[in-house]
């Protein structure tokens, strides 16, 4: 079967995909990230006609959110980590995948998804048939958590413990990995896109304003923390007044904005220490010296790495680069594929 896939490689790309509930990114075997775009595609309202010639998707379709009249909608389709909307998912693919391998190839190319650890096997299955209909020729699915590791250059392979945790936009998995598989796991639907949630949430009980996701995830970028950082940020807000119905600005603190956060930040450092007990004893000790490593774009939060160390007593740092982790390490794994074959899930969509 390699054989055969080797000898179409020649007619199509390898191509490791990323599909986040955010963003999607996708890498090509040799190349790198090729492509990062928001996972969002914009419709007609009650169709699945996308938009401009099917192109209205990614950043297009980003700048929509919550600006489009009655008879447009712009949807993410990928909640949780998972396919919310199947239709929708196989025409985001279908453009993500002709744009990075070319209408004009022969064949489709052989794809890696990344998927969360605590996916179920329909899910799993969903996942695979959405991008075999949107013109993949061979399917994997990868875990997320280990095409973390694997993407931040954390030693896999050795029989030593590698612990990671990948905090997403739908998902946050943490996982301890040794000699090429997961030893102990823990996924939680609660990532980058509930402190999005809370935020909202604060501002309608604090301030009685109702603001978007698009303005609650630029106060988490630009003011938001999970532990104090010494100074007091401050930030206007615009939105809309739920006495008055009309638009109004107020100026929200760093201080606020933390506590908005404390919610979702301890139930993902509570599933860090479940994943500890978890593990065995042996690989347990070898996290003293070895310790976490933080991943995807809720490491970027500041101060989440004090917050987990704190609560473990382990060193916990950010990786390089936290953001591009998975799809990093999805396209290692297709440098190597065959090599990796222990790991696969099994494959789809034989070409």
């Known amino acids: 079967m390699f054989a055969l896939d080797r000898l179409l490689g020649w007619f199509s790309v390898d191509m490791g995909i990323d599909l986040g509930t955010c963003n999607t990114l996708v890498c090509v075997r040799g190349e790198g990230i090729v492509l990062n775009e928001p996972s969002v595609v914009a419709v007609r309202k009650g169709t699945t006609h996308v938009l401009n010639n099917g192109t209205a998707v990614g950043w297009a379709a980003k700048e929509m959110l919550g600006k489009t009249p009655g008879s447009i909608s712009a949807i993410r389709p990928m909640k949780d ?91 946050a998995d943490v996982a301890i990995i040794s000699l090429a598989d997961i030893a102990a796991c823990e996924s939680v639907r609660v990532a980058g896109d509930d402190f999005d949630e809370a935020i909202i949430d604060y501002m309608k009980k604090s301030y009685s304003l109702t603001i978007g996701e698009q303005t609650a995830e630029r106060i988490k970028v630009e003011i938001g923390s999970a532990a104090p950082i010494g100074e007091t940020l401050t930030m206007d807000v615009r939105g809309r007044d739920m006495v008055s119905g009309l638009p109004r600005k107020t100026v929200v603190t760093s201080d606020e904005i933390r506590e908005a956060l ?74 190597n594929l065959e090599s990796w074959k222990q790991v696969l899930d099994g494959e789809d969509g034989e070409g």
């Open 81 to 171: 980590g998972v396919i919310a909307d199947f239709q929708i998912t196989e025409a985001m693919l279908a453009y993500f995948i002709n744009k990075v391998n070319g209408k004009s190839r022969i064949v489709g190319p052989r794809v890696v998804i990344a998927v969360p650890a605590g996916i179920t096997a329909v899910e799993r299955q969903a996942v695979k048939q959405s991008a075999q209909r949107a013109g993949a020729r061979t399917v994997f699915t990868l875990e997320e958590p280990f095409a973390a590791a694997l993407g931040a250059g954390l030693p896999v392979a050795e029989a030593t413990a590698s612990m990671i945790v990948d905090i997403g936009g739908g998902t």
């Open 262 to 335: 404390q919610e979702p930040i301890s139930a993902i450092t509570e599933a860090v220490l479940r994943t500890l007990e978890n593990a065995e004893p042996e690989l347990a000790a070898d996290l003293v010296d070895n310790g976490i490593l933080l991943a995807g774009g809720g490491a970027l939060l500041r101060g989440i790495d004090r917050v987990i160390s704190n609560a473990t007593g382990l060193e916990t740092r950010i990786a390089d680069e936290p953001l591009t982790c998975v799809a990093r390490g999805t396209s290692m794994f297709l440098e």
